[in-house]
């Protein structure tokens, strides 16, 4: 096997793909910080909450827009 080569069965995840996962990891807490820089405190339920939507819209995201570059190659 060559240098810079793939291990067969080894997913292909492109500098795109690491990018979006950071932002969609980084995404809730930008926000929270955002809101209670321009708007004002909020509790930690509410933290809690907006955090785990955002989530799972963000992951559901990046499964939706992903899962095809990021298969497996035979």
Known sequence: MARGQR???EPIYSR????SLALAV???L?????????IGPIDFGTQLL?????????GAALYLTYRS???NQP
């Open 30 to 38: 930008v926000l929270l910080q955002l809101y209670k820089v321009y």
């Open 7 to 9: 291990k067969p069965g």
């Open 26 to 28: 980084g995404l809730p």
């Open 50 to 58: 907006v955090i785990v939507i955002t989530s799972v819209f963000a």
């Open 16 to 19: 795109r793909h690491i990018l």
């Open 69 to 71: 570059s990021a298969k």
